[in-house]
């Protein structure tokens, strides 16, 4: 039985102020559900990490990071390394978010790495895949989603595999109000949990944690989460809004 998972991104939105007010009001909303029959977390920008994980310590919402970079230490001015992620107290981390991808320019070869550097640096990583617009027009979503997932996951064993989430967010769907439909996204997930059972073996396809992302809010979240492949929900401009977030993880459950 794979538990249901949300999480929230917030993306480069917040302040030490709000940051930790919309930690706390999701604590307070989620209580009887979160970290309980629905696993929650919240990606905050690097900067307020800390202050979250305080201000979620007594809560059973986890906290990831939105990037990590490859190497452990050294002279990488500007990155944050995985050793850096868990000494403040984060759990998970995003690897290869779409924005990365199309604003910083990520590769496939890249997230890779990152993907397996947040796993041996004891993190549990979100790999986000999808297609863009004129891909899914062109017939194109399977192609492009198949190869990302097997060049971000190239070399990682099935023991590995089992501390990654995969996120499928349509880079169409993100931030624009237009959600993939319950059976959009079915078929993508589907489609990924078969080629992790080729890549792998049943027991990793059928266990792997597919989460859906883009524009999902309180109006969509149950019927998404009401598709057999879909285990939870990557929430971005809705989990900025603690009520919104709250009904999304109930909506989860
Ligand atoms: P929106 O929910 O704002 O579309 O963002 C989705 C996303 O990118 C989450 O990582």
């Known amino acids: 039985m794979r538990k249901p998972f949300v999480a929230g991104n917030w993306k480069m939105h917040t302040d030490s102020q709000t940051s930790v007010n919309l930690a706390v009001s999701i604590v307070s909303g989620s209580r009887e559900v979160a970290?309980?029959?629905v696993a929650v977390a919240v990606i905050p920008p690097f900067v307020y990490l800390q202050a979250v994980v305080r201000a979620l310590s007594t809560s059973h919402i986890a906290v990831g990071a939105q990037d990590i970079y490859i190497e452990r230490q050294g002279a990488f001015t500007g990155e944050i390394s995985a050793s850096m992620l868990k000494d403040v107290g984060c759990t998970?981390?995003?690897?290869?978010?779409?924005?990365?991808?199309?604003?910083?320019?990520?590769s496939d070869e890249l997230v890779n790495k990152k993907v397996a550097a947040a796993i041996s640096g004891g993190?549990?990583?979100?790999?986000?895949?999808?297609?863009?617009?004129?891909?899914?027009?062109?017939?194109?979503?399977?192609?492009?989603?198949?190869?990302?997932?097997?060049s971000c996951l190239a070399g990682l064993s099935a023991e590995k595999l089992s501390a990654a989430t995969i996120a499928y967010e349509p880079v169409w769907a993100i931030g624009?109000?237009?959600?993939?439909?319950?059976?959009?996204?079915?078929e993508v997930h589907a489609l990924i949990r078969?080629?992790?059972?080729e890549m792998y073996d049943s027991e990793s396809g059928e266990e792997v944690r597919i989460l859906y992302g883009g524009s999902a809010k309180p109006s969509n979240a149950a019927e998404l989460m009401r598709q057999e492949d879909v285990d939870g929900l990557l929430v971005g401009g809705a989990s900025l809004n603690a009520d919104d977030f709250v009904t999304i993880i109930k909506a989860a459950v």
């Open 92 to 106: 998970y981390v995003l690897c290869g978010h779409s924005e990365r991808r199309q604003v910083i320019g990520e």
């Open 194 to 197: 078969k080629l992790i059972e």
């Open 176 to 186: 624009t109000g237009l959600t993939a439909t319950p059976q959009q996204a079915q």
């Open 123 to 150: 993190l549990l990583p979100i790999l986000c895949v999808g297609e863009l617009l004129d891909e899914r027009e062109g017939g194109r979503t399977a192609e492009v989603v198949g190869r990302q997932i097997k």
């Open 35 to 37: 970290g309980r029959s």
